[in-house]
């Protein structure tokens, strides 16, 4: 169970003295730490497609690295 964090203000004078009590804001979530970059890499194996002239071919790569890498087909 979380305990809600909160700040305790007192004001005191000769003729009274009062508490405020003022709710602040929740802890920052902790993060992950920060992953190093790792180089692309593809991630199965790339195979030799033929293609009869005029008909559709579909390329499929897998591929891993970080930050995941991005691939254009040119």
Same mark, same amino acid.
């Given at each position: 169970?979380?305990?809600?964090?909160?700040?305790?203000?007192r004001e005191y004078?000769?003729?009274?003295?009062t508490n405020i009590e003022i709710p602040t804001p %929740? !802890?920052?979530p902790e993060t992950e730490p920060e992953q %190093? !970059?790792?180089a692309p890499i593809f991630a199965e194996t790339l195979f030799d497609q033929k293609v009869l002239t005029?008909?559709?071919a579909t390329l499929k790569c897998?591929?891993?690295?970080y930050?995941?890498?991005?691939?254009t087909w040119i």
């Open positions: 169970m979380k305990r809600q964090r909160s700040t305790t203000i004078n000769t003729e009274n003295s %929740p !802890p920052e %190093p !970059p790792k005029g008909e559709n897998k591929v891993r690295g930050p995941l890498p991005t691939v």
